[in-house]
Nanobody
Framework: QVQVVESGGGLVQAGASLRLSCAASGRTFSRYAMGWFRQAPGKEREFVAAIDYSGQNTYYADSVKGRCTISRDNAKNTVYLQMNSLRPEDTAVYYC?????????????????WGRGTQVTVSS
């Protein structure tokens, strides 16, 4: 049974940094892409960042490019999202997904297992 568990969210002031973590278990972690998506109140879930199975290819939404870094440690079955210079508009529940394939994707339909999310709140 695949499990995906996020951690690291919290309440921070604008300009601060947070590092989200996501641990996945139940299948060979190093074979699958991982991704972060977020959903703000009243809005649809949106892509944030994704990383392929090897960690060599990463993709970012324009809204976070230059402020966020996705990385993975296949030995620890964990993916990270380092977020810097946080803005109030980054406030959302952040979800981690494990991909159906090794390639990274912007498309949430290419992720088949999801965590329950971790709340990130950025105050102005």
């Amino acid at each position: 049974q695949v499990q995906v568990v996020e951690s690291g969210g919290g309440l921070v002031q604008a300009g601060a940094s947070l590092r989200l973590s996501c641990a996945a278990s139940g299948r060979t972690f190093s074979r699958y892409a991982m991704g972060w998506f977020r959903q703000a109140p009243g809005k649809e879930r949106e892509f944030v960042a994704a990383i392929d199975y090897s960690g060599q290819n990463t993709y970012y939404a324009d809204s976070v490019k230059g402020r966020c870094t996705i990385s993975r440690d296949n030995a620890k079955n964990t993916v990270y999202l380092q977020m810097n210079s946080l803005r109030p508009e980054d406030t959302a529940v952040y979800y981690c997904g494990q991909g159906r394939y090794g390639r990274a994707s912007y498309d949430h339909t290419e992720f088949d297992y999801w965590g329950r999310g971790t709340q990130v709140t950025v105050s102005s």
